[in-house]
């Protein structure tokens, strides 16, 4: 049996990740051959997330990143099981590699098939998955571009968005944060009205009339007084008409304004909640 040493199986860690005993039992496995000792342990993350593939992987890390130039943006979300593994240094900084990675692709799919330190990020997702036990993949995973993006992380890496101005304006990335940050936390369901699904406007529509027959107003008015209630919807629902955080007095819209010829003209948001 080859004679296995301390500073390769510590080699062996740093390289996959995996617990000092699974190294120096795939190290012993493969009679001391790195490279087939790494395939060892890919093969048996390969049977562990075959196992977990019907667990649930609500935790994780959700990470912005913005390109130099301020053109593109991405939202990667690094899921897994359990909220433990999602604090560990080592999940986040994994979760970070990916989301610079994925700032060079331009969809999922291309994302998952890119090269990460000579394995494809799909095969890095089922390494981690034998290397922690957990379920570990991508769950959601955005892209925008735009004139200017800039983004914003909630504390603890739960929720991530991404804004995109028609034009670089001076303040342009103090904008684009504090937009961002609206987003993060009043979470609209659109930019404006455009975006906002018919059969969203016609579900509240329906809410709104059977509120006010309750309320005993007669059927003819419903109408008009749902269309009311609809404004209001779009009003506290829709980024750009929301009423800023940091100044209530004034729109997001109109605060963007203040900055010159811009408007918001996309956002994206990803939340683990």
Known sequence: MAKITAAEVNKLRKSTGAGMMDCKKALV??????????????????????????????????IAKVNKDNSKGVIVSLNCETD????NDGFIKLANDFAELALNTSSKDEFLAADYN????????????????????????????????GSYIHAGNRIAVVTGLSKNVDNAEEVAKDISMQAAAMNPVALNEDGVDQSTIDKEIEIAKDQLRQE????????????????????DNTLVNQAFIKDNKQSVAQYVKSFGDVEVVAFERVSLD
């Open 29 to 62: 496995e493969a009679e001391g051959d790195f490279d087939k000792a790494i395939e060892i342990l890919r093969k048996k993350g390969q049977k562990i997330a075959a196992k977990r593939a019907d667990r649930e992987s609500g935790e994780g890390a959700v």
């Open 84 to 87: 433990f593994v999602a604090k």
């Open 118 to 149: 000579g394995i494809t990020v799909q095969e890095k997702l089922t390494e981690q998955t034998g290397v922690i036990g957990e379920k570990v993949e991508i769950g959601a995973f955005k892209i925008l571009e735009a004139p200017f993006v």
């Open 216 to 235: 005993g107003k007669p059927e003819e008015m419903l109408d008009n007084i749902a269309k009311g209630k609809i404004k209001r919807f779009f009003k």
